[in-house]
């Protein structure tokens, strides 16, 4: 959320004479009022541009509240990592700092027929890991093109296990196009305080099968703060150079 600016009121002082009040200049008043303007349109500038996330901008299309693993008003599930059925389809993620194996789901078709339409087209090469949290999520796939957007297949079963590649979207429901996350960590059962879960909103579609350890090196890249004031810009690029169909 964008930091709120306090707005002080103004006091007014005494003559030392202690007959009447100081008048202020016309153009300090005029001065403080611009100022106080200016802080009022950029917090709801800031307000804005956090809420309403476009689905062209995938630094926007992104996992709900940040990281809801370290916030107290989110709570999360011990449910130990089950095995999902798989397809056959491999990707390989090519990085400038390894490679990482993903192993498609096969009950979510629409979204990994979108997926490797993306892949099969080179739509990811030379994009990068524009988020990086440690303890929740690594997040790529951004691609500055209009996209069409999928619908949600979260079904009977979908778990947004640790290691696990997940379509990153808005609040609004069926908005993911290109974006995706692995769950550094386990999030599934993650559940909000207006009831909404994790795994009830982004859609889980493979797992990483090897290369594990390359997601750990990619998560503890040192990181800044982001436009949005959350600490998840990395420092450093981390690159996907290419993403190829392996099987």
Avoid: C, W
Wanted: no cysteine; charged share 15%; hydrophobic share 35%.
């Amino acid at each position: 959320m964008a930091p709120k600016y306090n707005r002080k009121k103004s006091t007014q002082h005494k003559h030392s004479t202690g007959k009447g009040r100081s008048k202020k200049p016309l153009y300090l008043v005029i001065s403080t009022l611009a100022i106080a303007s200016i802080i009022i349109i950029a917090y709801f500038a800031g307000a804005f541009n956090t809420n309403n996330l476009s689905t062209t901008s995938d630094t926007a299309n992104t996992p709900k509240n940040s990281d809801p693993q370290t916030s107290s008003t989110a709570t999360t599930s011990t449910t130990p990592n089950q095995t999902p059925a798989t397809s056959n389809t491999k990707v390989l993620l090519h990085t400038n700092m390894g490679n990482i194996t993903i192993q498609l789901f096969d009950d979510k078709p629409i979204t990994t027929k979108n997926f490797l339409n993306l892949v099969a087209a080179g739509k990811y090469d030379g994009t990068v890991f524009h988020r990086i949290m440690k303890d929740f999520m690594i997040q790529g796939g951004a691609i500055n093109e209009n996209l069409t957007q999928i619908a949600d297949e979260i079904g009977s079963y979908n778990h947004n296990y640790q290691y696990t590649i997940a379509m990153a979207k808005t609040s609004a429901p069926n908005s993911a196009t290109s974006g995706f996350f692995i769950n550094t960590v386990n999030n599934s059962g993650i559940t909000y305080p207006d009831g909404t879960t994790f795994d009830g909103t982004y859609t889980a579609f493979g797992q990483v099968i090897e290369g594990k350890d390359i997601v750990d090196k990619i998560a503890n890249v040192p990181v800044t703060t982001n436009i949005q004031g959350e600490r998840s810009q990395p420092t450093q690029t981390v690159t996907l150079i290419s993403v190829t169909i392996i099987a």
